[in-house]
């Protein structure tokens, strides 16, 4: 079993940081990209950022130059730096993974629970 569990969430003002976190844990043989999105209320989910397994990162444009993915490898966690925060930015936030969970399985994509972000103007 797989399991995606992220923290870092809350309340912030206009302006302000929050760090994400998501640690995978379970029979995990590697990871390929990992991802955030996020989902405001009655709109859509949306990718928000991603990484590849070799640090390739890639980014919505309505939060590039404010968040930074990055990931590390040896604890199967990814983080998600939330810089000069906007109103618009609310949403829970969820990260998934594409594992392989043997040496002879396929990928699949596992998710989070989600967190709330909730950025006060």
């Known amino acids: 079993q797989v399991q995606l569990v992220e923290s870092g969430g809350g309340l912030v003002q206009a302006g302000g940081s929050l760090r994400l976190s998501c640690a995978a844990s379970g029979s995990i043989f590697s990871i390929n990209y990992m991802d955030w999105y996020r989902q405001a209320p009655g709109k859509q989910r949306e990718l928000v950022a991603a990484?590849?397994?070799?640090?390739?990162?890639n980014y919505a444009d309505s939060v590039k130059g404010r968040f930074t993915i990055s990931r590390d490898n040896a604890r199967n966690t990814v983080y998600l730096q939330m810089n000069s925060l906007k109103p618009e930015d609310t949403a829970v936030y969820y990260c998934a993974a594409d594992i392989r969970r043997y040496y002879n399985s396929d990928y699949a994509v596992y998710w989070g629970q989600g967190t709330q972000v909730t950025v006060s103007s």
């Open positions: 990484i590849g397994s070799g640090g390739v990162t």
